[in-house]
């Protein structure tokens, strides 16, 4: 039986507040959900990079429409909750960061993030006020449903080339008044400087894993105070690893070894129908 929207959502808020952090992995079509739900997953989140990825263009290069139908065909695969990397939420103000959350729940989605980067090289983060005024527009708009959607705020500094830790922090503790349920700030440099993120607000903290040398294990992130751990593009990063192998094997040497090492006809189908 098909779990409903509240339920998931019920769900997803749950393992928030669990003993231990939780992993959500980021899928990027019905096939993956499907996988990453039969590997035991508790929740799934959608992947803007991988997502443009799909559509053949570099991440920041889709429109809200083109994310949400990635996101529609990932929540519809499987009964597991699923969380959508909203970007900016595909426009500047603050009305269009309520849009994409409003868009993004009737998809079925029962969180999702806003970050706070421009998409502009010559200023790259928001200016703090309208930063915090999309955050708390997006919350308002999330506290219309009639379940409890997960909202995400996102403080991009360190991804964006402004390694300053205290903005990090004063962002994210204003994202947290405004209403965010829950707290990102990716490509943070160190255990300490998450631990001290952590320590520095009240809600939930989630931590991107896929960065070589800074991505740390379960254990070490748990014991510095992160709840929930993302997997941002590296499942779809290691699945075109595979690709591009085989294919370099096919054109450079003429064989086919890769065919012994693929996922095999029945245990793909094993995994699309038992989800």
């Given at each position: 039986?098909?779990?409903?929207?509240?339920?998931?959502?019920?769900?997803?808020?749950?393992?928030?507040?669990?003993?231990?952090?939780?992993?959500?992995?980021?899928?990027?079509?019905?096939?993956?959900?499907?996988?990453?739900?039969?590997?035991?997953?508790?929740?799934?989140?959608?992947?803007?990079?991988?997502?443009?990825?799909?559509?053949?263009?570099?991440?920041?290069?889709?429109?809200?429409?083109?994310?949400?139908?990635?996101?529609?065909?990932?929540?519809?695969?499987?009964?597991?909750?699923?969380?959508?990397?909203?970007?900016?939420?595909?426009?500047?103000?603050?009305?269009?960061?309520?849009?994409?959350?409003?868009?993004?729940?009737?998809?079925?989605?029962?969180?999702?993030?806003?970050?706070?980067?421009?998409?502009?090289?010559?200023?790259?983060?928001?200016?703090?006020?309208?930063?915090?005024?999309?955050?708390?527009?997006?919350?308002?708009?999330?506290?219309?449903?009639?379940?409890?959607?997960?909202?995400?705020?996102?403080?991009?500094?360190?991804?964006r080339g402004r390694p300053d830790l205290d903005d990090t922090i004063r962002r994210l503790?204003?994202?947290?008044?405004?209403?965010?349920?829950?707290?990102?700030?990716?490509?943070?440099?160190?255990?300490?400087?998450?631990?001290?993120?952590?320590?520095?607000?009240?809600?939930?903290?989630?931590?991107?894993?896929?960065?070589?040398?800074?991505?740390?294990?379960?254990?070490?992130?748990?014991?510095?105070?992160?709840?929930?751990?993302?997997?941002?593009?590296?499942?779809?990063?290691?699945?075109?690893?595979?690709?591009?192998?085989?294919?370099?094997?096919?054109?450079?040497?003429?064989?086919?070894?890769?065919?012994?090492?693929?996922?095999?006809?029945?245990?793909?189908?094993?995994?699309?129908?038992?989800?």
């Amino acid at each position: 039986m098909s779990a409903t929207q509240q339920e998931k959502a019920v769900a997803f808020r749950a393992l928030h507040a669990g003993p231990d952090p939780f992993i959500i992995a980021n899928a990027w079509d019905g096939a993956s959900a499907h996988i990453l739900a039969g590997l035991g997953f508790p929740a799934l989140a959608t992947s803007s990079g991988a997502c443009a990825a799909t559509y053949g263009r570099l991440d920041g290069a889709i429109t809200l429409e083109e994310s949400l139908a990635n996101a529609r065909i990932i929540c519809t695969a499987t009964n597991l909750p699923v969380s959508a990397d909203l970007e900016k939420g595909f426009g500047d103000g603050p009305d269009a960061a309520a849009r994409a959350v409003e868009l993004a729940a009737a998809t079925g989605l029962v969180g999702g993030s806003i970050e706070d980067a421009t998409g502009r090289p010559d200023a790259p983060i928001f200016d703090f006020t309208l930063a915090v005024e999309r955050v708390a527009a997006a919350a308002e708009a999330a506290r219309r449903f009639a379940f409890p959607f997960t909202l995400t705020g996102r403080a991009e500094n360190f991804l964006r080339g402004r390694p300053d830790l205290d903005d990090t922090i004063r962002r994210l503790q204003a994202y947290e008044r405004a209403g965010a349920n829950v707290l990102f700030a990716p490509l943070l440099p160190d255990l300490a400087a998450i631990r001290t993120v952590c320590q520095s607000v009240s809600v939930p903290v989630n931590f991107m894993v896929g960065v070589p040398g800074k991505s740390f294990s379960v254990a070490e992130l748990a014991a510095a105070g992160v709840r929930r751990i993302s997997l941002a593009t590296s499942l779809y990063r290691a699945a075109m690893r595979g690709l591009v192998d085989a294919a370099r094997e096919v054109r450079e040497s003429g064989t086919f070894g890769y065919v012994d090492r693929a996922v095999s006809s029945s245990e793909l189908a094993r995994y699309l129908i038992s989800g």
